[in-house]
């Protein structure tokens, strides 16, 4: 596709739920990184992928949160039992291995949890 | 640590006045610098970067300039319009050891009024 893209756009949970969120990056693009925008706030990182390699998951909150890449393309992230403090917008951005490390952002998806 | 500072807003200005929105960032290394912008209801789009220092990043009328001395990327237009309302992010990335993590600004919000 033309740009990355997320789904669903909006989720709403309730306490305790499952919930998946799901990304596509630009086509080739090697790395793929999450982040969590709390409201009026800059987006924090979560995790990175290089191909289905998870290099970096560092940002990951708890323990809760599971991403996976497994053929090097799309990414779910996972958020197990959710808590109202995972309201937020979850971003997800790609990469090539260019190197000239602008990140492109896909439209987001907001959670909000009951 | 690697850390952005963006002036806190919201920004009122009216149309056709002068832009300057302040950042400046903590880094190990040699990192690049960017300016997302993200309209409502939308992603963060890149609007500028510069790589090294001395260099300015320009798109659509704003500029920025990477001043290493200062360890300052301000954000600056001439002339905004309405069209320009939106949050700034300011961000940098390439930190030492950091691979391709992106460090955000909190944003600005900035209104354009008629």
């Known amino acids: 596709g033309a740009g990355v893209s997320q789904s669903p756009r909006y989720k709403v949970a309730k306490r305790g739920q499952d919930v998946a969120l799901r990304c596509d990056p630009i086509s080739g693009h090697v790395s793929l990184f999450w982040y969590q925008q709390a409201l009026g706030q800059g987006p924090e990182f979560l995790t990175y992928?290089?191909?289905?390699?998870?290099?970096?998951k560092s940002g990951l909150p708890s323990d809760r949160f599971f991403a996976e890449r497994p053929e090097g393309s799309v990414s779910t992230l996972k958020i197990q039992r959710t808590q109202q403090e995972d309201s937020a917008v979850y971003l997800c951005?790609?990469?090539?291995?260019?190197?000239?490390?602008?990140?492109?952002f896909g439209p987001g998806t907001r959670l909000l949890v009951l | 640590g690697n850390s952005v500072t963006q002036m806190e807003g919201p920004v009122t200005l009216s149309e056709e006045a002068f832009l300057t929105i302040n950042c400046t960032y903590t880094a190990t290394g040699y990192p690049s610098l960017f300016w997302y912008v993200q309209y409502p209801g939308e992603g963060l789009q890149l609007l500028l970067k510069a790589t090294k220092a001395d260099d300015k990043g320009s798109n659509k009328g704003f500029e920025a300039t990477y001043r290493k001395e200062t360890t300052s990327f301000h954000l600056e237009k001439g002339s905004v319009q309405v069209s320009d309302s939106a949050v700034y992010f300011c961000a940098l990335t390439g930190a030492l050891n950091t691979g391709n993590q992106f460090y955000f600004g909190t944003g600005t919000s900035l209104t354009v009024i008629p």
């Open positions: 951005a790609s990469i090539t291995s260019s190197g000239s490390g602008t990140q492109y």
């Open positions: 992928f290089q191909n289905e390699a998870q290099l970096d």
